[in-house]
């Protein structure tokens, strides 16, 4: 497999895994709390049980988003900050930087100020 194959497969592992509302859920907590068990992570997030919960943090371990701590029967998850999550950063970094600048004035206002319909500045 090329490079640019290789980071196109792991960048769209990176999207599908944060594209979920549970897994994002996931990730704002071990951003808040830190390193979390699967018990500790489904006692924050209601809307699903353990057992989805550990399928979600799978999924989010493949894909280089989060990482596991084996602390004997106990595993213990947490933000990886050198993987993928770094690499989404920068790709999605890569597309602003590229982009051409749009015609839209940050100045103005949504309003009008007559019936023309021109935009006011706002101050």
Known sequence: ?????????????????LS???????????????????????????SVGRTTISSHLRVLRTSGVVSERRAGRQRFYSLDRDGSVSAAVRYLQRILDMAPPTDADPHLSAGTDDDRGELRRSS
């Open 20 to 46: 979920d509302g549970v897994r994002r859920q996931i990730l704002a907590s071990l951003s808040e709390q830190g390193e979390c068990t699967v018990s500790e992570l489904a006692a924050q997030i209601d």
């Open 1 to 17: 497999m090329t490079d640019s194959k290789a980071a196109s497969v792991s960048e769209t592992l990176i999207f599908d895994a």
